[in-house]
């Protein structure tokens, strides 16, 4: 992390909060803060932003950043149990509080509730339509759920649970979208590769042996990968995997 991107510390004492946003966490009886710069820290937790040195402001674990207090190494050993700077501020960004104030928090959990509706949207349909649900649809479910987003956790892992209470809840009728795809082998392969696959899969659609053995059928989305992986090393590669659609829609729908 280089030098020319971080402003002096002397500068951030006389202005604490003009440019950064501070994450707080308490350990072993104490508080420690980190320096991040604005919006970096939410887009660090939810994947987008992979580069530390793009979120830390300066690289540094403190009591207080507004008064430039630096925790000392005795601190970190007593509190973490390391004095690994790195695996610390590591632990403090994503386990700790970020202060914000109560616009720009106000601001940050709508477009936070807005992203985990809008995952749970496309991961899920109607199983009795079997058509998805708009945004707002399960905005309203999350809202009779009397969901409470939390800053500290991506966006991603959230839905994953809205869609768990839905489901428990049964709130709306929704189930996980399902893709359809197409397995195409050679013959040879296609009745050892299909044992393989049997519980990757969730329902067999058609299956026809010819010069090659062709399978189409539904499975989870978190499959496709795992499912090609497998495909792949027992035929050495010949073996194919086309994604025909990624829910299950009735004839004559338009796909968008």
Same mark, same amino acid.
């Given at each position: 992390?280089?030098?020319?991107?971080?402003?002096?510390?002397?500068?951030?004492?006389?202005?604490?909060?003009?440019? !950064?946003? @501070?994450?707080?966490?308490?350990?072993?009886?104490?508080?420690?803060?980190?320096?991040?710069?604005?919006?970096?820290?939410?887009?660090?937790?939810?994947? !987008?932003?992979?580069?530390?040195?793009?979120?830390?402001?300066?690289?540094?674990?403190? &009591?207080?950043? %507004?008064?430039?207090?630096?925790?000392?190494?005795?601190?970190?050993?007593?509190?973490?149990? +390391?004095?690994?700077?790195?695996? @610390?501020?590591?632990?403090?960004?994503?386990?700790?509080? =970020?202060? !914000?104030?109560?616009?720009?928090? /106000? +601001?940050?959990?709508?477009?936070?509730?807005?992203?985990?509706?809008?995952? *749970?949207?496309?991961?899920? *349909?109607?199983?009795?339509?079997?058509?998805?649900?708009?945004?707002? $649809?399960?905005?309203?479910?999350?809202?009779?759920?009397? =969901?409470?987003?939390?800053?500290?956790? /991506?966006?991603?892992?959230?839905? =994953?649970?809205?869609?768990?209470?839905?489901?428990?809840?049964?709130?709306?009728?929704?189930?996980?979208?399902?893709?359809?795809?197409?397995?195409?082998?050679? /013959?040879?392969?296609?009745?050892?590769?299909?044992?393989?696959?049997?519980? $990757? *899969?969730?329902?067999?659609?058609?299956?026809?042996?010819?010069?090659?053995?062709?399978? +189409?059928?539904?499975?989870?989305?978190?499959?496709?990968?795992? @499912?090609?992986? &497998?495909?792949? %090393?027992?035929?050495?590669?010949?073996?194919?995997?086309? $994604?025909? %659609?990624? +829910?299950?829609?009735?004839?004559?729908?338009?796909?968008?």
């Amino acid at each position: 992390m280089g030098p020319q991107h971080r402003p002096c510390l002397h500068a951030m004492v006389f202005h604490p909060l003009t440019n !950064v946003s @501070i994450v707080r966490y308490r350990k072993g009886g104490k508080r420690f803060e980190i320096a991040c710069y604005k919006n970096k820290v939410m887009e660090w937790r939810n994947g !987008v932003e992979k580069d530390l040195s793009e979120v830390m402001q300066i690289d540094n674990v403190f &009591l207080n950043v %507004s008064k430039g207090q630096a925790a000392n190494k005795d601190d970190l050993i007593k509190c973490f149990k +390391t004095e690994d700077r790195n695996a @610390i501020i590591l632990e403090i960004l994503k386990k700790g509080e =970020l202060q !914000v104030g109560e616009k720009e928090r /106000s +601001t940050m959990l709508e477009g936070m509730y807005r992203d985990i509706a809008t995952t *749970v949207a496309e991961k899920c *349909v109607n199983p009795e339509t079997k058509r998805p649900y708009t945004v707002t $649809m399960i905005e309203k479910a999350m809202a009779d759920l009397h =969901l409470s987003v939390n800053p500290s956790r /991506s966006a991603k892992s959230q839905a =994953l649970d809205v869609i768990k209470q839905l489901l428990e809840k049964k709130t709306i009728p929704i189930a996980r979208a399902q893709m359809r795809i197409r397995i195409i082998v050679p /013959s040879k392969d296609g009745k050892r590769i299909k044992d393989k696959l049997m519980t $990757m *899969v969730a329902s067999k659609e058609d299956e026809d042996l010819d010069e090659n053995y062709e399978w +189409t059928c539904l499975i989870d989305p978190g499959q496709f990968r795992p @499912i090609n992986e &497998l495909l792949q %090393s027992e035929t050495k590669g010949k073996g194919q995997l086309e $994604m025909l %659609s990624l +829910t299950e829609m009735k004839q004559g729908d338009e796909v968008f």
